[in-house]
Nanobody, 130 residues
Framework: QVQLVESGGGSVQAGGSLRLSCAAS????????MGWFRQAPGKEREGVAS???????RYADFVKGRFTISKDNAKNILYLQMNTLKPEDTAMYYC????????????????????????WGQGTLVTVSS
């Protein structure tokens, strides 16, 4: 059974940091692309960052220089280190994966294909207070 389970969300003050984790099971982890996406209340889901099977990364402009995506192939865990958090980063953060190597990166820049990603986690909530 393919499964993605996010953790690490919480409440933090502006300027603080959080690290999100996404534990993957049941998929050929090392050959999939993976990414982080978020949905704020009343807004559409949007791409945050992605990483493909050879660790090429892509970031949304609004997180460049603040967030870092990485993965541990040995542990099958995807991470999102979030620094200098802002109140506008408040959202539910989702982990997603796809066997098509370029899909996650494409979804970062083209939200119309975001829902085509094959596998999604349940999300973890991040709240940033001012």
């Amino acid at each position: 059974q393919v499964q993605l389970v996010e953790s690490g969300g919480g409440s933090v003050q502006a300027g603080g940091s959080l690290r999100l984790s996404c534990a993957a099971s049941g998929l050929a982890y090392s050959t999939y692309c993976m990414g982080w996406f978020r949905q704020a209340p009343g807004k559409e889901r949007e791409g945050v960052a992605s990483i493909d099977y050879i660790a090429r990364t892509r970031y949304a402009d609004f997180v460049k220089g603040r967030f870092t995506i990485s993965k541990d192939n040995a542990k099958n865990i995807l991470y999102l280190q979030m620094n200098t958090l802002k109140p506008e980063d408040t959202a539910m953060y989702y982990c997603a994966a796809d066997h098509r190597w370029n899909m996650c990166g494409s979804a970062i820049v083209d939200p119309t294909i975001l829902n085509a990603l094959a596998i999604w986690g349940q999300g973890t909530l991040v709240t940033v207070s001012s």
